[in-house]
């Protein structure tokens, strides 16, 4: 018995420093969706697939699990400290009384209520406990660098896999690591009509014609917008490793990361996704220089060169529009071959009058969380088609139709603090990137509703919003900013 107690404090310390790296590899492993399905009841609605009402466990799941219960367990033992800042405390209980209300509006909503629904609840949980992790555990700049690497080296083998996806036109049989089964003729894959099926420039100019349909490429995520936030999502990090690196060999690798990034960024044809990141490099660079104008801040001391960034930037951009004219034309209703952009803005104007319905009729307490596809056809205009079973493309909407506005109140006070608190350390560079990734989000949540709804979305929603808060409430301490 003495034998297995002294084992046991042997290899207590080994255990207490392992939960950084798990973390740190589900950083690395947050665009690959490997998972396992269980279809349910309503996973199908007339026919047609429902991602909604279906449940998904998926690997990153389990990695979080395991991260939380050796961070639990070290907090019951003392051996870790847990923040009890005013700023922590506020921002937690916004998040887990939005919670909360959740779970009442699907209570009150017994109707609907679900094993979908409970699962969700579940999950949505978990996650916010993952963001009272990321706010506890990030004190040094050097740790967010090391994720900032991470998802940089992620996103050159998904930007790899999304190349070859494009240009084949298919899947690559990366089944194990998530990729979607796709298809040109598959129903529901997206895709977008062009004349002769340039694929770009190059075979207009060569007059090589295809079929008219183009499939955008998935990567290992559930849908091409999803991939396309990742894609600005880590592009933007590799700005920021950029902008501060001093070695030249580190200045050569980012931009041909940056390179691959950007490039995946465009064949998304997210236009979202890639106004997101414009919005998000815009803010960092105009705030950066503007504070080196004032000569605030550790980064705007130096004297460090961001002409060159901003020139590769947007010489970046313009060639990959270049290359790909005709396909954004298309995806953006300038010149229309197909019908499928249409079809597209008025399905989302739909879906935003059934969450303006339901908000007028239950303004207290919602349909219930993930009910709003089950619900939607008691609160539409018109009768919907099968395809049109979606949730509402705006996370704000989709929040306020669920859970009441009540619950919409909680979710904006809790970005209120993050923005707020993140403010007043604007000085500091590692801040005002990730306050320029964040708000691209909240962008983006105005256009689709993946950063609450898929899994991939969450994690980089709450992977943000935890670095960004836990920064800004650590800035005050020098040591979390040593100078370079």
């Not at 990695?63 to 033992?77: D, E, H, R």
């Not at 700049?141 to 090391?146: G, I, R, S, T």
């Not at 990729?179 to 997206?190: D, K, S």
């Not at 034309?329 to 935003?352: C, K, M």
Request: one cysteine or more; hydrophobic letters at 55%; a positive charge.
């Amino acid at each position: 018995m003495k034998h297995l107690k002294t084992t046991y404090f042997r290899i207590l310390p080994y255990f207490k420093r392992l939960y950084i790296p798990i973390f740190l590899f589900l950083c690395f492993f947050l665009p690959f969706q490997t998972r396992i399905v269980f279809f349910t009841g309503k996973s199908q609605i007339f026919g047609i697939y429902s991602f909604y009402n279906t449940l998904f466990y998926y690997f990153t799941d389990l990695i979080i699990t395991f991260v939380l219960i050796l961070w639990f367990y070290f907090v019951i033992k003392d051996k870790f400290h847990v923040e009890q800042r005013r700023e922590t405390v506020c921002v937690n209980s916004f998040l887990f009384v939005f919670w909360f209300i959740l779970l009442i509006s699907d209570l009150v909503s017994y109707e609907t209520i679900s094993a979908v629904s409970i699962f969700g609840l579940i999950k949505l949980f978990i996650i916010f406990l993952l963001f009272c992790f990321i706010t506890n555990i990030v004190k040094f700049e050097k740790l967010v660098k090391q994720i900032f690497w991470l998802i940089s080296v992620s996103s050159i083998i998904q930007g790899v896999i999304v190349i070859f996806q494009y240009f084949l036109q298919r899947s690559l049989g990366l089944k194990i690591l998530g990729e979607e089964y796709i298809r040109a003729n598959l129903p529901g894959v997206a895709s977008f009509k062009i004349l002769f099926g340039y694929r770009w420039i190059f075979d207009q100019i060569m007059h090589v014609s295809r079929e008219a349909l183009i499939v955008r490429p998935y990567g290992t995520f559930s849908h091409p917008n999803v991939m396309g936030a990742f894609m600005a999502f880590s592009a933007l990090l590799s700005v920021y490793l950029l902008v501060v690196a001093h070695e030249t060999w580190k200045k050569v690798l980012l931009k041909g990361i940056l390179s691959v990034q950007i490039f995946a960024l465009v064949i998304s044809f997210s236009r979202v996704a890639v106004l997101s990141f414009v919005i998000g490099f815009g803010i960092f660079m105009i705030a950066t220089i503007f504070l080196r104008a004032r000569g605030t801040g550790s980064l705007f001391k130096n004297n460090f060169r961001l002409a060159p960034t901003i020139f590769f930037v947007g010489c970046l951009l313009l060639g990959c529009f270049i290359l790909f004219s005709p396909q954004f034309l298309e995806r953006t209703g300038v010149v229309s071959y197909g019908t499928s952009n249409r079809e597209a803005v008025e399905d989302r104007v739909l879906y935003q009058k059934i969450a303006f319905n339901m908000i007028a009729k239950r303004p207290l307490t919602g349909v219930g969380y993930q009910n709003f596809v089950s619900a939607m056809d008691e609160y539409s205009p018109v009768a919907l088609k099968d395809y049109q079973h979606q949730p509402v493309h705006n996370i704000y909407l989709l929040i306020a139709a669920e859970s009441g506005l009540a619950g919409l109140m909680c979710f904006l006070g809790f970005i209120f603090i993050i923005v707020k608190k993140a403010l007043k350390k604007i000085r500091e560079p590692l801040v005002l990137m990730l306050l320029s990734v964040f708000f691209g989000f909240l962008f983006i949540g105005l256009f689709d509703h993946y950063p609450l709804t898929v899994q991939q979305g969450r994690l980089m929603f709450f992977l943000v919003a935890g670095l960004l808060f836990a920064l800004a409430i650590k800035a005050d301490d020098p040591a979390s900013f040593p100078a370079d």
